[in-house]
C-alpha cells in the first residue's frame, strides 16, 4: 500500500506539472501571439504616419513658395513706396497687390493618422521613446503655426486689404484660376477708370500698412520653417522604425 501510495503521489505531481507547463506554454504562445500582433499593428500605424507625413512635405514645399512669394511681393512694393517715384506702370503695382493677397495661403496639413493613434490611445503601441515622444508634440506645433497664421489673416481682410479701397483699382486683381475653374463663371472684366497710383499709395500711412503685412508675413514663413524641421525630424524617425 505504501508503494502505491508513493506511486499515486508522484504521478499526481507529474500530472499537476504538466499542467502547469501546459499553462505556461500557453501564456508564452498567447505573449508571443499579441507581441506578432502589437508589431503588426504598430508596422501599420507607422506606413500610414508615412503616408501622410510624405504629402505633407509635398504641401509645404508648395504653400511655402507660395507664401514665400507673397512676402517677396510685398517687400518690392514697399520699395517702390521708398523711392517716391512717378508710377507709370499701373499693371506692375495691381500685380503686386494681387500677389499680396491671393499668392499668401495657409499651411493645412493632412493629419488623420496621427488624430487616429492619438483619439485610440495606440501611441503606446510605438515602441521608439523618441518617436512618441515627437509624434505627442504634434498638436503644440501645429497650434504655434496655427496661431501665426491666425494673426496673419486677420491682419490681412481687417487691415490691409479694407485699406486698398480708395488706393488701388480692386476690379483688376485677379480672381484665383481655381475660384474661376471651380465655379465655371467669366472672368470679372477689368475697370475703366483711371488712377495715378503715385498719389493713392505713396504714403507712409500706407507704407505701414503693407509692411505689418509683410512682417506678419515674415513671423508666419518662420512658423513654417519649424515646422518643415519638425515634420524632417518625424518622417526620419517614422522611416527608421519601418521595416524592410
Known sequence: MENKTGKYFKYAIGEIVLVMIGILLALQVNEWNNQRLEASNEQLLLKNLQSDFKANMVEFNKIYKSSADAYLASNNLLEIIKKGDPISNNTEIEHLIDMIINDFSSLDLTDGAINEIINTGSLNIIKDRKLRKQLSNWSRTMNDMNDDIKITFDYLFNNLIPSLKDKVL????????????????????????????????????????????????????????NTEAYLIETLELIEDNIED
Do not use: C
Open 170 to 225: 480692386l476690379r483688376n486683381i485677379k480672381i484665383p484660376q481655381r475660384i474661376i475653374g471651380n465655379t465655371g463663371l467669366p472672368q470679372i472684366s477689368k475697370s475703366s477708370f483711371n488712377i495715378d497710383y503715385s498719389k493713392t499709395i505713396i504714403n507712409y500711412d500706407f507704407e505701414n500698412q503693407v509692411y505689418f503685412n509683410a512682417l506678419n508675413y515674415m513671423f508666419t514663413l518662420n512658423a513654417y520653417k
